[in-house]
Each structure stands twice: as C-alpha cells, then as structure tokens.
C-alpha cells in the first residue's frame, strides 16, 4: 500500500513556472513508477509523465521540452517541474503510484490533486 500526496500547485500567469510534489509513504516506494496526470474542467484525465523506478522518463507531447519529472527515491518524494506554462495547461494534476506506463489503468494509487491554474 502506497499513499499519496501532492502539493505545490497555484496561479501563475502565462509564461511562468511551478513545481510539483508528490510525496509517498508505505512499502517500497523505491520499487514503483510513478506519474503524474491532469484533468481539465469538463475533458477527461490525461497523461503528463512518468518516471521509472529506475529513472527512465517519459512524457506527453503536449508537455515535452517544458516539463520534467524526477524522483527522490531517499525522500520518497516525486517532481514536476512546470515550465513556460500557459492556460492549456490549468487543470487538476494528479501524482500516481504503479507500473510507470502511460495509461491511467496502469497506476493503483492516486492522491488527491493539487489545481493549477494558469492566468493568460
């Protein structure tokens, strides 16, 4: 069992940078894939990044070049770093344990999200 818990979201205007968290407690933290999705109001969840246990990363095109993902495997704790973000990108973020694929089906557990919210 792996529970997570994300922070670090806001206003920002366009242009601008945040920088998620995700930090993990329970077994074998160090074993899991870890990604991050998003939900804007009214469209479904999507795939932002994920990283692997072993480090190897992986991001939606809609993101690559402005985002990146890492993880501290000593802290438990997963990142998203949020560049050059504009109002497409406001949306509820969503950090997520499991196998480090694309889909969402893919990850057992989930926090709650963090809002991030662009101003253009």
């Known amino acids: 069992q792996v529970q997570v818990v994300e922070s670090g979201g806001g206003l920002v205007q366009a242009g601008g940078s945040l920088r998620l968290s995700c930090a993990a407690s329970?077994?074998?933290?160090?074993?899991?894939?870890m990604g991050w999705f998003r939900q804007a109001l009214g469209k479904e969840r999507e795939f932002v990044a994920t990283?692997?246990?072993?480090?190897?990363?992986a991001y939606a095109d809609s993101v690559k070049g402005r985002f990146t993902i890492s993880r501290d495997n000593a802290k438990n704790t997963v990142y998203l770093q949020m560049n050059s973000l504009n109002p497409e990108d406001t949306a509820v973020y969503y950090c997520?344990?499991?196998?480090?694929?694309?889909?969402?089906?893919?990850?057992?557990?989930w926090g709650q999200g963090t809002q991030v919210t662009v101003s253009s």
């Open positions: 329970g077994r074998s933290f160090g074993g899991y894939g």
């Open positions: 990283i692997t246990w072993s480090g190897a990363t």
């Open positions: 997520a344990a499991g196998s480090g694929f694309r889909r969402s089906e893919d990850y057992a557990y």
